[in-house]
């Protein structure tokens, strides 16, 4: 297949394919594997997303970072022998379609069910994970049922947010929603004011209201639009779960937030034969420096144009 020539696709290990993105409006880098988008620097602006120095970059281990793609389920699954997640973040992806276009790069990564995704799922289902990246980041996952009967999933673009000190941040739309504690508590809570990280914090929120990451530190706003999700979370494993990860240093908790568009807890999706659904978000960067560039108005997707 031919692609852009703002495109590259490298191997990051051997067998390891990455897709490398330069173009005038933004720089990244997705990889085959997990239909993981690793990276995304607008033009003019610091990195979006977080990566783990320690991240895993091997066959079968999930990526610590970027834009992790879990499905069809989120969390722990509740048979332990099964991987906390869902199971397409470790399966290798094809490259569908790529284009360039003057705002960005669209490309289109596939996933089908497999004999070794139904040893951990036993249904048929043709994932594609839709990529827009420029001056805004849009991701899409969108999953058909291609089985005789029903299925239900959960899933979550699980988006790691590079910030200056997570102790400084406030994340603003949440107020007014209910949230559960994670797995610290089953109790729901009323989310009062902006959210606030000074501890561990996994929170799952009944919300479909956009979000927006307010940075004093690297002086930006990150604002997080979606579709097709009545639930987002709120997570960062502090100090003490930090030094449990194998994967993340034990200081890094202060440079980065989740905030993830997911289908979680009562916002199960379940699709008849036939069905797609699609799990959407937006990311767009403003800054707060002086002689800041406006806040775009952002237009419609042409992620399937």
């Avoid at 559960?180 to 929170?203: C, H, M, N, T, W």
Wanted: aromatic content about 6%; some cysteine; hydrophobic content about 40%.
């Amino acid at each position: 297949m031919k692609v852009p020539n703002c495109l590259q696709v490298i191997d990051a290990k051997p067998g390891y394919p990455v897709l490398e993105i330069q173009h005038r409006n933004a720089t990244g880098r997705v990889a085959l594997h997990g239909a993981h988008v690793m990276e995304w620097m607008p033009a003019h602006s610091d990195p979006v997303l977080y990566m783990s120095p320690d991240a895993l970059i091997e066959l079968g281990k999930p990526i610590r970072g970027g834009i992790p793609v879990c499905w069809p389920w989120f969390g722990p699954h509740p048979d332990s022998s099964k991987p906390a997640h869902g199971l397409v973040r470790t399966m290798m992806w094809e490259l569908d379609r790529a284009r360039e276009t003057p705002d960005g790069v669209d490309i289109v990564l596939k996933l089908s069910d497999s004999p070794e995704s139904r040893l951990l799922w036993p249904f048929g289902f043709e994932a594609r994970l839709h990529v827009s990246m420029g001056l805004e980041l849009e991701v899409g996952l969108e999953v058909t049922n291609t089985d005789s009967k029903a299925w239900t999933m959960t899933g979550a673009l699980h988006s790691y947010f590079s910030v200056g000190d997570v102790r400084q941040v406030t994340i603003h739309g949440l107020h007014g929603t209910q949230y559960v504690e994670g797995r610290l508590s089953p109790d729901k809570r009323a989310q009062e004011g902006p959210v606030v990280i000074d501890q561990e914090v996994d929170r799952l929120y009944a919300s479909d209201a956009p979000v927006i990451v307010d940075d004093p530190v690297m002086h930006r706003e990150l604002r997080i639009e979606k579709a097709g999700s009545l639930s987002t979370v709120v997570w960062n494993p502090w100090i003490e779960k930090s030094t449990r990860l194998a994967d993340l240093p034990d200081e890094a908790y202060p440079d980065f937030v989740c905030v993830e568009t997911t289908n979680a807890g009562d916002d199960a999706v379940t699709l008849e034969p036939g069905e797609t659904h699609l799990l959407f978000t937006r990311l767009c960067v403003r800054s707060l420096k002086e002689h800041a560039i406006p806040d775009p108005m952002l237009p419609e997707s042409g992620m399937f144009a």
